[in-house]
């Protein structure tokens, strides 16, 4: 069993940076493939970033390339987010997921059992 909790979200000018964190609890988490989503009003709950228990392999959608960065310590069961050049387009709810996804199922939000309750990231034009 994992709990995550997100945090770093707020309001940021386009150009501006966050870094988002996910402490999570459990004895596990260095076992678990970590997940950053996003969800816009309106929207369905998309992919942005993963990284595996080793922190050697990361997955990113198109999206956020050379933008966002994704990492992990263990000794700390903490995830992090990175987001860089931020865009009014990457205003959204981020959300921190833990898994085992293959993978050819990264990509899919029903891939992770285990979800924070969410960070409001909002940028401003």
């Known amino acids: 069993q994992v709990q995550l909790v997100e945090s770093g979200g707020g309001l940021v000018q386009a150009g501006g940076s966050l870094r988002l964190s996910c402490a999570a609890s459990?004895?596990?988490?260095?076992?678990?493939?970590m997940g950053w989503f996003r969800q816009a009003p309106g929207k369905d709950r998309e992919f942005v970033a993963l990284?595996?228990?080793?922190?050697?392999?990361?997955n990113y959608a198109d999206s956020v390339k050379g933008r966002f960065t994704i990492s992990r310590d263990n000794a700390k069961k903490t995830v992090y987010l990175q987001m860089n050049s931020l865009k009014p387009e990457d205003t959204a709810v981020y959300y921190c997921?833990?898994?085992?996804?293959?993978?050819?199922?990264?990509?899919?939000?029903?891939?992770?059992?285990?979800w924070g309750q969410g960070t409001q990231v909002t940028v401003s034009s």
């Open positions: 990284i595996r228990w080793s922190g050697d392999s990361t």
């Open positions: 997921a833990a898994g085992h996804p293959d993978d050819t199922v990264v990509y899919k939000a029903l891939a992770y059992p285990y």
């Open positions: 459990g004895r596990t988490f260095r076992n678990f493939a």
